[in-house]
């Protein structure tokens, strides 16, 4: 079946950093790429939706000067989030979906951020 | 976004079929209904979905109402490995997923 494949899996950084985040999709072309965020507990939330070669649409509520979304080529996009805080500590988890219809979206294994 | 309802939780014997089920009442007609079930610290998985016809792949079988108005998501013998939350989303040709609560299924061994 279709590998999405994230890294990393986790980090750890102080407050202040920017972490950046790949999602590749390795046997097959995504021509959209998700990505999620996941607190404790709770259900993912999307973030945003980025279509290769294009600006990424963002949700309400999620800024996009912090979590910046870049999806250059068909096989890999990545979300940068920007001067981290503690409060944006969560489980980052980025999908992509193949061109045609009904194409089921395929999911990472995440990254798990923590900010100290 | 069409909404879908699922229990909070759901226990299951190990080594016995599976029905979970969903009502999605406020359904449209370019809605497809699918399934995606998450392990703990993992991204989703993709488990199966469809329009108006049951269909079965190799890891479980979906059993849509004639009015599409509820579906049965059905693992026909559990395993441990099957423990996990499973969503049942609406979603139309490669738009975005919007994840509800979805059921928690516990398997007994």
């Known amino acids: 079946g279709a590998v999405v494949s994230q890294h990393p899996s986790w980090v750890i950084c102080k407050s202040g950093t920017s972490v950046k985040i790949e999602c590749r999709s390795l046997?097959?072309?995504?021509?959209?790429m998700f990505w999620y965020r996941q607190f404790p507990k709770q259900s993912l939330m999307l973030m945003a939706t980025?279509?290769?070669?294009?600006?990424?649409?963002?949700e309400q509520g999620v800024e996009k000067d912090k979590f910046l979304i870049n999806h250059a080529s068909l096989t890999l996009s990545t979300l940068t989030v920007t001067s981290a805080h503690p409060e944006d500590s969560s489980f980052y988890i980025c999908?992509?979906?193949?061109?045609?219809?009904?194409?089921?979206?395929?999911f990472g294994d995440g990254t798990r951020l923590s900010i100290l | 976004d069409a909404k879908t309802t699922q229990p909070n939780s759901m226990e299951s014997n190990e080594e016995e079929p599976v029905h979970l089920p969903c009502n999605h009442s406020?359904?449209?007609?370019?809605?497809?209904i699918h399934w995606y079930r998450q392990l703990p610290s993992q991204g989703p998985e993709y488990v199966i979905h469809?329009?108006?016809s049951n269909v079965n792949n190799r890891m479980a079988s979906l059993a849509i109402a004639e009015d599409r108005k509820s579906s049965t998501l059905i693992l026909h013998r559990a395993t441990l490995r099957d423990a996990a939350v499973y969503y049942c989303?609406?979603?139309?040709?490669?738009?975005?997923?919007?994840f509800g609560t979805g059921t928690r299924l516990t398997i007994i061994p």
């Open positions: 469809g329009l108006t």
């Open positions: 999908s992509g979906s193949s061109p045609g219809r009904n194409q089921p979206q395929h």
């Open positions: 406020t359904i449209s007609g370019t809605d497809y």
């Open positions: 046997d097959f072309q995504a021509t959209t």
């Open positions: 989303i609406l979603s139309r040709t490669n738009e975005k997923l919007t």
């Open positions: 980025s279509n290769e070669g294009s600006k990424a649409t963002y």
